[in-house]
């Protein structure tokens, strides 16, 4: 029997997250993200070389017994995620030193599939003040699915290239902690101690998720999850135990303006888009047997013929092949390399493409 009556989208749950989770219909999530307790294990005041005190995690829900009863709120929080998300379904979590290497064996022992570890270099992080370590510089994410075989996860890996600037993303991002404006405050000091910056959730959410997914957070905190998911278009399930936590989220949230669904598109995989032969351009009328292609430098020249194929001096072939072979290269993409002219401009062919697929979607 469904229960997905029970648990409303778009809405901060109070209470338990385990046991919030268990009323939830299996295979209901597409995305989850979790900031549990990292177990800092704090024996005393940390202080600044001036004496003063330092505003750690000191909080209740971040104190265990012992390892072992740490493992075991793991094991439970991470058995239900397993439960409700779907099978291709992705989720994140992140912790620190003091825990994350726990949490990635429990996660195995689970049978999640592991797709990557993130190491989130923060570039203004807390200073060493005793001076008998490294400064801690950064966190990890563990990012992996229920799924035993690793495959039909979402991955938005065009949306990350063109985040970064049409380069691959890599698994080490440099972003600021939560400060500024970002950083809620009630009297004047830190609401939550742990606070995540929205630009990590917008990077996480844009990679592993899409418009109209559903996305679970199990340990909300001041909600930066849900506010990130509402301005992308996305759904939420918030979750948390204190009250004064879920009062700030939601005023957070409903100050969250959405943005608009053409700003939301997500840029889509080469592999996703349909395949257009160019021989359907000369089909459509887009292009006319006997057209003239050049390179953008007018330095090649190529006929194109009815059956789409085209022709270069004594080569002819795929406009692939042909290029190609004008370069003298081993391989050439024709769809940037080809241009056809209007009104005395260049303008390559793959626009024409574009307007096709344009018309297939």
Known sequence: MSKTHEIDRNHI????????????????????FADPPYNLQLSGDLRRPNNSKVAGVDDEWDR??????????????LTQVKRVLKPRGGLWVIGSYHNIFRVGAILQDLGFWILNDIVWRKTNPMPNFRGKRFTNAHETLIWCTPSPDGKGYTFNYEAMKALNEDLQMRSDWLLPICTGAERLKVNGRKAHPTQKPEALLHRVLLAGSNPGDLILDPFFGTGTSGAVAKLLGRDFIGIDADPGYVDLARTRIDAV?????????????KRA?????????VERGLLSPGAQLYDARRRYAARVRADGSVVADRARGSIHQVGAAVQGAPACNGWTFWCFEDRGNLIPIDLLRQKLRAELN
């Open 13 to 32: 749950h109070l209470g338990d997250s385990v046991e919030v989770m268990s009323r939830m219909a299996e295979a209901s999530i597409d995305l989850v």
């Open 64 to 77: 265990f017994d012992n390892f072992a009863s740490y493992d075991e709120f793991t094991t439970a929080w």
């Open 257 to 269: 303006t959405p943005l608009g669904d053409e700003d939301i598109d997500v840029t889509p995989s």
């Open 273 to 281: 888009l349909p395949r257009i032969p160019f021989g359907w351009l």
